[in-house]
């Protein structure tokens, strides 16, 4: 890759971080209104550190060493900037599957939203989707077993990451679902949990929101190290936003449409790409940085049009 290459991905991946994980940090946001001011700097501080070299660091080496599992841990980090034939070689056998994975992951969290998820309507038909959510589970199980039908006389393999992808979504779901109640627990005067019990438990719920923009940045690239600089910049943002710009976030309506339009691309990118499509490097970050802006346009005009007029 070149330079302008690598600045692209990054700023991309920055940009995807960030907008997907404006949930989390509303969450975080409203339990850290309810804490000291030691809680808030321990989060801001050791809190950015735990999700920028732990979350966003060992997860996609993790992922990526699983799907190569006979590249040791140092291959598995550098493979993208490796010259070792065999080392390029592993992670080119072992994308399919990997983008087969991600892809479901995604098109799932999209359609899930889409269907079953309150929301503001950004876009026509959208109100129509939401009022049709008994139909999510039926759409996505028929994608699961069209993916799986024609992967598998490819590659068995890509079949088995969709529908590892799909057992993904379905058990981070579950965990965010729980996130929810718990934060109904935490922001409750009954809920009787100590500053460090809540500062743990939103470092898990950062952890499991996170999954979404790990497994979203292989669609931009599969070097690790690029994952995790673009990632830790959009987790230092949206810290950044968590502490002291939340209430103005709030405020543009349509960011998360923005941030679910660029997941549903960036599912169909990956699984384009896993069944063969040539995807150039610079189409995911462009097309991040295009939905994103239109719904951050969107979401500007929708509040100046409700801004209370001057006499």
Same mark, same amino acid.
């Given at each position: 890759m070149?330079?302008?290459?690598i600045i692209?991905?990054?700023?991309g991946?920055? *940009?995807?971080?960030?907008? &997907?994980? %404006?949930?989390?940090?509303?969450?975080?946001?409203?339990?850290?209104?309810?804490?000291?001011?030691?809680? #808030?700097r321990?989060f801001?501080?050791?809190?950015?550190?735990?999700?920028?070299?732990v979350?966003?660091?060992?997860?996609?080496?993790?992922?990526?060493?699983?799907? @190569?599992?006979?590249l040791?841990? =140092?291959?598995t980090?550098?493979?993208?900037?490796?010259?070792?034939?065999? =080392?390029?070689?592993?992670?080119?056998?072992? $994308?399919?599957?990997?983008?087969?994975? +991600?892809?479901? !992951?995604l098109?799932?969290?999209?359609?899930?939203?889409?269907?079953?998820?309150?929301?503001?309507?950004?876009?026509k038909?959208?109100?129509?989707?939401?009022?049709?959510?008994?139909? /999510?589970?039926? *759409?996505?199980? %028929?994608?699961?077993?069209?993916?799986?039908?024609?992967? *598998?006389? %490819?590659?068995p393999?890509?079949?088995?990451?969709?529908?590892?992808?799909?057992?993904?979504?379905f058990?981070?779901?579950? /965990?965010?679902?729980?996130?929810?109640?718990a934060?109904?627990?935490?922001?409750?005067?009954?809920? +009787?949990?100590?500053?460090?019990?809540?500062?743990?438990?939103?470092?898990?719920?950062d952890?499991?929101?996170?999954?979404?923009?790990?497994?979203?940045?292989?669609a931009?690239?599969?070097?690790?190290?690029?994952?995790?600089?673009? @990632?830790?910049?959009? $987790?230092?943002?949206? #810290?950044?936003?968590?502490? #002291?710009n939340?209430?103005?976030?709030?405020?543009?309506? !349509?960011?998360?449409?923005?941030?679910?339009? &660029?997941?549903?691309v960036?599912?169909? %990118?990956?699984?384009?790409d896993?069944?063969?499509?040539?995807?150039? $490097?610079?189409f995911?970050?462009?097309?991040?940085?295009?939905?994103v802006?239109? /719904?951050?346009?969107?979401?500007?005009?929708?509040?100046?049009?409700?801004?209370?007029?001057?006499?």
């Open positions: 070149d330079l302008f290459a692209l991905t990054i700023l991946l920055c *940009i995807f971080e960030t907008v &997907s994980s %404006i949930d989390n940090a509303v969450i975080n946001a409203e339990i850290l209104s309810k804490m000291s001011v030691w809680a #808030r321990w801001l501080f050791w809190g950015l550190l735990i999700a920028v070299f979350v966003r660091f060992i997860l996609p080496w993790a992922i990526m060493w699983a799907a @190569n599992p006979s040791g841990p =140092v291959d980090l550098m493979a993208t900037f490796s010259s070792n034939p065999a =080392v390029m070689h592993a992670v080119e056998q072992s $994308a399919p599957m990997l983008l087969a994975g +991600g892809g479901i !992951f098109i799932f969290l999209f359609f899930h939203w889409l269907f079953l998820e309150p929301k503001n309507f950004g876009l038909g959208e109100k129509f989707f939401y009022a049709q959510g008994v139909w /999510f589970y039926a *759409i996505v199980s %028929i994608i699961l077993a069209a993916v799986v039908w024609f992967a *598998i006389p %490819i590659n393999l890509m079949a088995f990451g969709a529908v590892v992808g799909s057992t993904a979504f058990i981070t779901h579950g /965990f965010k679902q729980n996130a929810e109640l934060e109904k627990q935490m922001l409750s005067k009954a809920g +009787g949990m100590s500053d460090l019990s809540k500062l743990m438990y939103i470092e898990v719920i952890a499991t929101f996170s999954i979404d923009g790990v497994l979203g940045a292989f931009f690239t599969m070097s690790v190290p690029l994952i995790m600089l673009g @990632n830790g910049l959009g $987790a230092l943002v949206v #810290r950044e936003m968590t502490i #002291r939340i209430e103005n976030v709030k405020k543009y309506v !349509f960011l998360k449409n923005g941030a679910m339009y &660029s997941i549903l960036l599912g169909i %990118i990956m699984l384009a896993a069944f063969g499509a040539h995807i150039p $490097a610079w995911s970050p462009i097309a991040t940085m295009g939905i802006g239109y /719904f951050l346009w969107k979401s500007f005009t929708q509040l100046k049009a409700t801004a209370p007029k001057t006499a």
